[in-house]
């Protein structure tokens, strides 16, 4: 182990607010509040999802393309009237749109700006955990030669069923918007996906116990697996002490050992099988804090993680994520999917 270091829309829902109750801050015209999700909270244990179910779904092109990149995340609220069949459309009035939004000095022409833009809509078939999730959208836009300019996909993996029921049947919920590129491109994406659906999105921010989650389902999808491959990544975390000025401390550790705390933090009983319990994850935070207080005196109980990497993905508070293990991408994208319905403004 290394030493540290310094280092205007109400949401998804059926139920019409009663005489006298509190008007929603945020406005949307379609939907109402529900209780599916009032009452949620990140689950206290989880099955993890087996990997084979997406990765036998989804086809390796497509899959390919969304490891090993960073993404930064969104949350997307329902989507009015969204339908597959109109996906080329879909193209030609986002193509239109950017355009208009992007174009830059008073002689532009957006005839011109829109000749020098290519967008393409694609449904990533199998990117869902149940029939109940809607299926996955890729959005890639080419500008000005750069093919890769911006691109997204929007997803629902294991969502919520409860909720999904609770739908109307005009709404499609795609709750989790993944993007890289030109930001003023993906700006204008989200301004016309809000625009057109009657949506809303935001950054999709991680909180200590998200970013803990992740740091434990990576661990134990390495560990999982019959013959573990040897690791190429050390684990790391960065912590944020409340300090004046702020203090960040950032701690290395190999990936064996790494596995080996992971291992001695997890409860013995055999018929667990499967399932993570967020005590265990606690376990293992606390196990790694305290070897960095016995070694070197800095007690890390006080702050928060703002990053976290590992052999099989990288992610940091304010959104950003990375997956490098196809092994691990259904039980991460379903806890993303969790984060993206419950930080929906209510």
């Not at 209780?35 to 244990?45: F, G, I």
């Not at 999709?204 to 019959?226: F, K, N």
Request: charged share 25%; glycine share 6%; net charge positive.
């Amino acid at each position: 182990m290394s030493s540290p270091k310094e280092s205007a829309s109400r949401t998804p829902g059926i139920k019409r607010r009663t005489r006298g109750s509190r008007p929603s801050t945020v406005g949307h015209s379609h939907l109402f509040l529900t209780r599916a999700l009032s009452n949620r909270r990140l689950p206290t244990k989880r099955k993890i999802p087996p990997s084979d179910d997406l990765l036998e779904k989804v086809e390796p092109q497509q899959l390919f393309s969304l490891m090993g990149t960073e993404w930064q995340v969104f949350y997307v609220t329902p989507m009015y009237r969204f339908r597959y069949t109109q996906l080329k459309s879909y193209a030609r009035q986002l193509a239109a749109f950017v355009a208009a939004e992007t174009r830059v000095g008073p002689e532009s022409s957006a005839a011109a700006a829109r000749a020098d833009l290519a967008v393409n809509f694609s449904v990533v078939r199998g990117l869902a955990g149940t029939d109940r999730d809607a299926e996955a959208v890729f959005i890639q836009i080419s500008a000005g030669g750069d093919k890769s300019a911006w691109s997204g996909w929007l997803a629902c993996v294991n969502g919520y069923a409860d909720y999904l029921r609770s739908l109307p049947p005009d709404f499609v919920c795609l709750p989790l918007l993944a993007g890289r590129g030109r930001e003023p491109l993906g700006a204008a994406v989200r301004s016309w996906l809000g625009r057109t659906f009657d949506c809303s999105s935001a950054p999709l921010e991680m909180s200590h116990g998200v970013l803990q989650w992740l740091l434990a389902l990576w661990l134990d999808a390495r560990e999982s697996r019959p013959r573990p491959r040897a690791p190429t990544r050390e684990l790391t975390a960065l912590w944020t002490l409340p300090a004046e000025p702020p203090l960040r401390v950032r701690v290395a550790v190999d990936s064996r050992d790494a596995g080996e705390l992971w291992t001695s933090a997890r409860d013995p009983e055999p018929d667990q099988g499967d399932e993570i319990r967020w005590e265990e994850v606690s376990r293992f935070t606390r196990g790694l804090a305290g070897h960095v207080y016995r070694h070197f005196k800095v007690d890390l109980s006080a702050g928060n993680l703002a990053r976290v990497s590992a052999e099989a993905g990288a992610a940091t508070r304010e959104g950003r994520i990375k997956i490098h293990d196809s092994g691990s991408l259904n039980a991460t994208l379903t806890l993303l999917t969790e984060c993206a319905l419950l930080k929906m403004p209510m």
